[in-house]
């Protein structure tokens, strides 16, 4: 069956440090691949995606992820984490095959300190 | 911009209430989505929309129902409110149904 974990329920970092969230998908196919980003009270807003091409995706607010077929994984990176950047984030999978319905991941709960 | 609203942002019920949120969108998606959204479970589909009156139950439609009478608007239904209801409830639509979704900002929905 289709699967997203991710590992870290929550993850601290300190401001200014290099950032790296896991996801790991089961899926038969190539499939799509999102991470989403939540701030408090908010809507999700699409980060970056993966359809197919480059296995390295840059998104938005200088978050990138690279798309791993060996490993199963779509890890989100950042090099340096800003404050603002405080939030949860979901990893997804979704396809082009009819009917396919995206999933989610449970979510990362990232803290940043001063 | 692209843009999906939710009628309230936040909500209290009574137990036994019937309860209706409403979500539109302005993209012209075929595709429409309600989420719940509770503490260390993620995301979880209760029902979906791929047409106007066209609807397929999640993964947790129980004590759920939905309306689509128009493309754009999507309506979540709480027969009967129950506290195990309270939760954070989530509209999202999309082009496909395992394509990007945009997301509304939520409704936080107590019942007491």
């Known amino acids: 069956a289709q699967s997203v974990t991710q590992p870290d329920i929550h993850i601290t970092v300190s401001e200014g440090a290099s950032l790296e969230l896991r996801c790991n998908y089961s899926?038969?196919?190539?499939?799509?691949l999102f991470w989403y980003v939540q701030s408090p009270g908010q809507g999700l807003q699409l980060l970056l995606k993966y359809f197919s091409g480059d296995t390295l995706v840059q998104g938005i607010k200088g978050f990138e992820a690279e798309f791993k077929r060996s490993q199963s994984s779509f890890n989100l990176r950042k090099p340096s984490v800003h404050w603002s950047d405080a939030a949860e984030y979901f990893c997804a999978v979704g396809s082009d095959t009819g009917g396919f319905k995206t999933i989610f991941g449970a979510g990362t709960r990232l803290f940043v300190k001063a | 911009d692209v843009k999906v609203t939710q009628s309230s942002r936040y909500l209290v019920k009574r137990t036994g209430e019937k309860v209706f949120l409403e979500c539109v969108q302005d993209?012209?998606?075929?595709?429409m989505f309600w989420y719940r959204q509770d503490p260390g479970l993620g995301l979880r589909l209760i029902y979906f929309s791929y047409d106007v009156k066209m609807k397929e139950k999640g993964d947790i439609p129980e004590g759920y129902s939905v309306s689509r009478e128009k493309k754009e608007r999507f309506s979540l239904i709480l027969e009967s409110a129950s506290t195990n209801q309270t939760s954070m409830y989530l509209c999202?639509?999309?082009?496909?149904?395992?394509?990007?979704?945009?997301f509304g900002p939520g409704t936080r929905l107590l019942v007491l």
């Open positions: 899926y038969g196919a190539t499939p799509y």
């Open positions: 999202a639509s999309s082009l496909g149904t395992g394509e990007t979704q945009y």
């Open positions: 993209m012209d998606h075929e595709n």
